[in-house]
């Protein structure tokens, strides 16, 4: 479920299924790419409900997938659309983002943590790997080097390390405050200045890859993801 709370300049947009850590299911994403995308105000804040950000893509759907390869291309354009929205999107991480939610947030203009943030990439150990786009915003992001070594040892960090690496821009006790200035700022502004940062291209071939290297992961292992839910 994917509510949202207008507060003059500022769209406050929740993950809220707290009982599963804020799992997204394919509804979910289309609701979230809504709240952001269709936000009039010139920042959003994207957080979850509870002790987690977001778990990521929820394992039920993830184990039932006819198609992996639609699933992964359908989270790579909802990240790709938070990433483009005219709003600056900001990502309060507060408690734990895994997978998926490691990727909502790479797709946010600014990333601020809490003290209780936790963040990791554990789908290598599901013999998986996040595939909404991590693969291109990861390295962008922290680096190549500790894009792979944060990926491929499936090992969480906490807030400190986080910020070390780059993966988040600072470490905060309320990220809503932090939104609220940013739409202080002039908007018009926020929106020109976020265009110009964000003007990439060449990244099309790069996700067709990572959608079907995801899908033949998930064919592979498909049985091992619907055992791990039941633990």
Same mark, same amino acid.
């Given at each position: 479920m994917i509510r949202t709370t207008d507060d003059g300049d500022l769209r406050v947009v929740t993950i809220d299924r707290p009982a599963r850590r804020n799992a997204l299911r394919p509804t979910d994403l289309d609701a979230l790419e809504a709240a952001v995308v269709e936000a009039? !105000?010139?920042v959003v804040l994207? @957080?979850?409900n509870g002790p987690a950000f977001c778990a990521g893509a929820d394992l039920d759907s993830v184990a039932d997938l006819d198609d992996p390869e639609a699933? !992964?291309?359908h989270g790579q354009r909802v990240a790709d659309a938070i990433e483009a929205a005219e *709003?600056?999107?900001v990502a309060g991480i507060d408690g734990a983002a895994r997978g998926g939610g490691v990727e909502l947030a790479l797709a946010c203009d600014v990333r601020v943590a809490t003290p209780r943030a936790t963040l990791g990439e554990p789908g290598v150990r599901l013999g998986l790997f996040g595939a909404w786009g991590g693969t291109v915003r990861l390295p962008r992001v922290v680096g190549e080097g500790h894009a792979l070594e944060f990926s491929l040892s499936g090992r969480v960090?906490?807030?400190d390390e986080a910020l070390r690496m780059g993966l988040v821009s600072r470490i905060v006790d309320d990220p809503r405050a932090v939104a609220a200035s940013m739409a202080d700022n002039d908007h018009r502004s926020l929106r020109i200045i976020k265009e110009r940062l964000r003007d990439r291209d060449g990244r099309e071939a790069r996700l067709e @890859?990572?959608?079907a290297g995801f899908a033949?992961?998930?064919r592979a292992n498909v049985d091992d993801?619907? !055992? *791990? @839910?039941e633990k």
């Open positions: 009039d !105000a010139p994207l @957080r979850g699933f !992964a291309k *709003s600056v999107v960090v906490d807030a @890859r990572e959608a033949e992961l998930h993801i619907a !055992a *791990s @839910r």
